[in-house]
């Protein structure tokens, strides 16, 4: 099985050479961290983590060097989706024992503490470039969890197995084609 960066790298292609963190440390607190060589609880500062950022950067743990948000990866989205900028944290989920197909390998954009991401247009644009993929996108503000891409209709149709009217015919069968393999086992 490829590991979660080779994963990334296959459906959202390299990490761009143009774009870095630089002083974003939103993935140090925000996201929990469970690997071989480090661990770290969801929404608690890296303990490593300083007020000029990473105190271990140059023998950091593989996960900090491996890991990158989809803002590193993905071009189309703007130079102030940034986390730090924009107060979304954008990064691929891979759940082991997925509710349903959609949340096997899928998108999660974020809304980060006192951000106004929602009001200012931020997540619009950021959920229209992403929803441009054939892959799950969620959007968490905290507190709820919506799944935004397939849209409602297409994923009834998937999770319930029910044929697709002709309009959306290709559509569910292409996310089931591509996302039939994180259906829960019955």
């Known amino acids: 099985m490829h590991d979660a960066a080779e994963l990334e790298t296959n459906m ?3 990490v761009l050479a143009d774009r870095s963190c ?3 440390t939103a993935c140090c607190t925000v996201l929990q961290v469970a690997s071989p060589d480090f661990a ?4 608690v500062p890296c303990r490593h983590l300083t007020a ?3 105190g271990i950067h140059a023998i950091r743990p593989h996960i900090c060097r491996s890991w ?3 803002w590193r990866r993905e071009a189309d989205l703007p130079e102030a989706a940034r986390p730090d900028r924009s107060g979304l944290l954008v990064s691929m989920n891979f759940v082991p024992e997925p509710q349903n197909c959609f949340e096997g390998v899928s998108i999660n954009v974020r809304l980060l503490a006192g951000s106004d991401a929602i009001a200012n247009g931020m997540a619009a644009r950021v959920l229209d470039v992403l929803c441009e ?4 996108v969620w959007f968490s503000d905290g507190d709820e969890k919506m799944l935004m891409h397939p849209s409602p209709d297409v994923a009834r149709l998937v999770l319930s197995g029910t ?3 002709t309009a959306l015919h ?3 069968a292409a996310w089931r084609e591509q996302y039939g393999m994180f259906a829960p086992r019955r």
């Open 22 to 24: 630089g002083d974003c």
């Open 12 to 14: 959202l292609g390299p």
């Open 52 to 54: 000029a950022g990473c």
């Open 68 to 70: 990158f948000c989809v």
């Open 170 to 172: 290709d559509e569910v």
């Open 163 to 165: 044929p697709a009217p």
């Open 133 to 136: 993929y054939l892959i799950p």
């Open 40 to 43: 770290k609880p969801a929404g």
